[in-house]
């Protein structure tokens, strides 16, 4: 019989891009339908970033490149994280993707071996789950509601470590709840860890220029653990790049050279032109970077004052990144013409149908009682948007 393989058939499809593609159906066929389901920036890639691109094209750089990035790139993320991070590592340390995602499939089919248990803070990126299901590993959440502004505790870390923990992955700030762990946050982590020399800790730190409440934090400044952390990062958020397709690990030497020997059997090296353009983007002027952050920042205090008004929706304001993720539960058990709400999925269904406004159910997050709802667009969008949302649900009942 002829039939895809289990390995395929047991993943699920990423129900974000999902929607954009409902959203993007829906806009084609004429529907005036507002997206707020896509975790992209609006802005343009910046201008000196483009014109590195162009140099780059002018001057030949259209063959393969080096499996793990061109040295100029690498070199370049070395000096960004000094420069951004105050943290030490050397060209042989990074390996260059195309994308995050790709960087964070290299590490987990890099170290992990089938039935290791990751450990995956809830609410989380819907890829991560179906990464560790790739690598034959085993998902183990540990949820933070809202009630702890969606950030897990030491004690709750501790509690989930078993002999059969590998990894420990996570993402601050949050996607999809725009969480930020605060140094200290972190240290408290951090002290759980140096307790389990043989976990692998994979820091998503892609939102890090997105951050509204103080310079940016990783796990890897904590010397008693910094040789078990990987960094994953890269271009898409902070510089308005996310086409370009260009994601890194800073990692120990022996994860890197892994994800090297990997990626080399996989796709080999990231396209030369996005490269090369990388390289401007972590040298060249990064005003650009507080200039979409500080619009973000804007965004969301307006948005957060429009969402706050609807009463069946209980909100946080995020610290990072551009998404809101409100507790929609006080709607389960309503209905509008005969269309019961009994989940966010049936929530965002409702709302894609009557109010033309795309969003992403929070069970693809691993939260069952939320809605994410990404700001990365205008004022005025965002403010219609919000609008329509009002007038569907005030016609539930």
Known sequence: MLKVSNRVTSMELS?????????????????????????????????????????????????????PGFVALREAICTKLKRDNQLDYTPEQIVV????????????????????????????WVSYVEIVKLAQGVNVFVPAGIEQNFKITPEQLEAAITPKTKAFLFSSPNNPTGSVYSKEELKALAQVFEKYPDII??????????????????????DSIKDRVVIINGVSKGYAMTGWRIGYIAAPLWVAQACSKLQGQMTSGASSIAQMASVEAFNGDQSCTQEMKKAFKQRRENAFDLLKEIPSFEINKPDGAFYFFPDVSKLFGKSCNGQMINNPTDLSLYLLEKAKVAT??????????????????????????????????????
């Not at 960087?103 to 803070?121: A, H, R, T």
């Not at 667009?377 to 948007?385: H, L, N, P, W």
């Open 201 to 222: 800790i994979l820091s998503d730190e892609i939102y890090e220029h997105i951050n509204y409440v103080g310079k940016h934090e990783s796990l890897a400044q904590f």
């Open 360 to 397: 992403v159910t929070g069970e693809a997050f691993g939260e069952p009682n939320c809605l994410r709802l990404s700001y990365a667009t205008s004022e005025e969008i965002m403010t219609e948007a919000i609008s329509r949302i009002k007038n569907a649900l005030d016609k539930l009942n």
């Open 15 to 67: 129900p974000t891009l999902g929607m954009s593609q409902k959203s993007r159906e829906m806009k084609a066929q004429g529907i005036d339908v507002i997206n707020l389901s896509v975790g992209e920036p609006d802005f343009r890639t910046p201008d000196h970033i483009k014109k590195a691109a162009f140099k780059a094209i002018e001057n030949n750089f259209s063959y393969y490149s080096p499996i």
């Open 97 to 124: 993707s195309n994308g995050a995602k790709q960087s964070i499939l290299n590490v987990m089919m890099s170290v992990i071996d089938k039935g290791d248990e990751v450990i995956i803070p809830s609410p989380y």
